[in-house]
């Protein structure tokens, strides 16, 4: 399997957050059944685990999965390939009492050449929910908004975005992903707080919800603690 990205590439990403009071070799199971599923011949990348930090989210998540494939009719054999189904019976559903899908088109990635983000890299997802009413254009200049983030912040591996099709995201129409060397990457880029503002005033008027959260991809196939 080549590590290479093709020039479209599908990214989806669920967020569970998982029961209070869970097991936490219940938790181990789900993480490390869903790291697994890397065996399927549809996944070009998979990372489940805990998530670093929230930075803003309606929702309390706990842990996330990022996968990559080569197109949509790869993304569906996944999801109804036996093995899949069998993990989310068995240890998804049992244990989280919320989760949310977001899939999107990521035509070229911006920067980095892989598909698998190495061990130690930090992620940082952002997904956007609009104003109901706004038409095409305003999706148009957030999504420009998004893609010359890259350019104009030092440290940032990899950039992924584009408009989610997925039925399980909740209103959040507009996805993106960053990827970093490392967590001091990510923070450093959060410390220039006078250029963060600048960017996020260009399309705060026409937010409703915004879900922003942290990710470090596990050195080996991740166990998880609550």
Known sequence: ????????????????KVKENTDPAKVNTMISSLNGLISLDSVLHITAGALYRTKSSPIPF?????????????????????SHVSVVKESVQPNCDDVMAVDWVADDLIGGESLVP????????????LKEG??????????????????????I????????FS????????????????????????????????????VRDYLQSVIVLDYVVPS???SSSL
């Open 118 to 129: 190495p061990p130690g890299s930090a992620i940082r997802l952002t997904f956007l929910k």
């Open 220 to 222: 080996a196939p991740s």
């Open 1 to 16: 399997m080549s590590s290479s990205a093709p020039s479209q590439t599908i990214e989806h990403i669920v967020l569970f």
């Open 167 to 202: 039925a399980r995201a909740k209103g959040y129409s507009i996805a993106s992903l960053a990827v970093f060397p490392g967590l001091s990457e990510l923070e450093a880029v959060d410390s220039n707080e006078e250029l963060v503002n600048l960017e996020k005033a260009k």
């Open 62 to 82: 706990t842990h996330m999965l990022h996968s990559r494939y080569s197109s949509k009719e790869n993304l569906n054999a996944y999801a109804v390939h036996p």
């Open 157 to 164: 591996d990899q950039v992924s975005f584009g408009e989610n």
């Open 134 to 155: 706004l038409g095409d254009e305003v999706k148009d200049e957030i999504l420009g908004v998004i893609r010359e983030i890259k350019g104009k912040f030092e440290g």
